[in-house]
């Protein structure tokens, strides 16, 4: 994580100096993208990975609630502060700050002092066979799997959804940029809030039944074409509060079940397979959104992509998870989550 760090800062760090020196040019910014892209990566694979390292597995749901209450605090607030650099100084200046940041965060997690037990010394350490036994932990569970499965369903049909959401508002509604943005610092306001209370959420509903509801998140995306009839900056505040708090909860509870059932020297796998899964469907649902909004309209785009993304609970309704009351409290609860 502290190298991710680090090779963003420096490839972010080119930008400013690139614009002093007056040598900026596109090439640069697609190499720069790049990077930190790869970098980002590792360093979301590991980020999930470490958690259980730091701390015991009883306490995983309310690390996790920690941490994306911090990163939804952070979101608007480097949002806003982003958009005040580039009216003072120029956006290439202004990623100055960034490169500080990633500066800052790599000093944080140097600061760590719990040792981290070292991973089991391999001689014939093999990429491939490492990528099917992380594909082996996934597909082989049957809480995995149908997270993985949920997620990814979830990730498409709202990305379909996305591409016409902001055509819709833009050409449709006529809402000016500022008045979008809007809408997103709500969204932003319900991530708050569903990181603040997704533990106490879990434990009043149950785990399963919490990541069963919550995995509905979408439903708020389906009352976004109301605003073609009432106040659009309303409506569509409404919407992105509704899946701001629900995606968080969602988020934060199954990736505490992932970590928990996963053992120590699976979760870097798992977590790759996972991200691989699920963030595939990304640019796929992007593709489809755009042939969808072509050929059909936006709004009819955004009620397919809205009710496929709603209609992903039942990957997780009709498995295991729905029985499971709380984090369990052991390594492997999952019997196929282990390897041999």
Not at 174 to 194: D, E, N
Not at 241 to 251: E, M, P, Q, T, Y
Not at 283 to 296: C, D
Request: hydrophobic share 50%; glycine share 8%.
């Amino acid at each position: 994580m502290v190298l991710a760090n680090v090779g963003r800062m420096f490839a972010l760090g080119s930008i400013p100096l690139a614009s002093v020196l007056h040598t900026l040019s596109i090439n640069q910014l697609f190499i720069v993208a790049a990077i930190t892209g790869v970098c980002t990566v590792f360093f979301d694979v590991c980020y999930q990975s470490y958690l259980p390292v730091l701390i015991h597995r009883d306490d995983l749901l309310e690390g996790n609630s920690k941490l994306q209450l911090s990163a939804s605090a952070a979101q608007p607030l480097g949002q806003s502060i982003g958009g005040f650099l580039v009216d003072l100084v120029t956006a290439a200046r202004a990623i100055s700050v960034d490169v500080a940041g990633f500066l800052v965060s790599a000093v944080a997690l140097l600061s760590i002092r719990k040792p981290e037990p070292k991973p089991d010394p391999v001689i014939d350490r093999n990429f491939f066979r490492e990528m099917k036994e992380g594909a082996k932990v996934v597909l082989g569970s049957r809480i995995l799997s149908s997270i993985a499965s949920c997620t990814a369903t979830s990730n498409l049909g709202s990305q379909i959804a996305y591409v016409a959401l902001v055509i819709f508002a833009i050409q449709t509604l006529q809402m000016s940029g500022s008045a979008l943005g809007i809408t997103y610092a709500v969204g932003s306001i319900g991530s708050l809030l569903g990181a603040w209370i997704a533990a106490p959420v879990s434990k009043r509903l149950g785990l399963g039944l919490t990541i069963v509801l919550s995995s509905a998140a979408s439903i708020g995306l389906l009352i976004s074409p109301l605003a073609l009839y009432s106040p659009p900056i309303l409506i569509l505040s409404i919407s992105q509060f509704i899946v701001g708090a629900l995606v968080v909860i969602f988020n934060i509870n199954q990736v505490s079940l992932r970590q928990a059932i996963t053992s120590d020297d699976l979760q870097g796998r798992m977590n790759a397979t996972m991200r691989t899964i699920v963030w595939g469907t990304i640019p796929v649902g992007s593709v489809l959104g755009g042939f969808l909004v072509a050929s059909r309209g936006v709004v009819p785009t955004i009620i397919v992509g809205s009710v496929l993304s709603t209609l992903a609970f039942v990957w997780v309704l009709i498995s295991p998870v729905l029985e499971l009351k709380e984090i369990p409290k052991q390594q492997g609860y999952d019997a196929e989550v282990r390897l041999g």
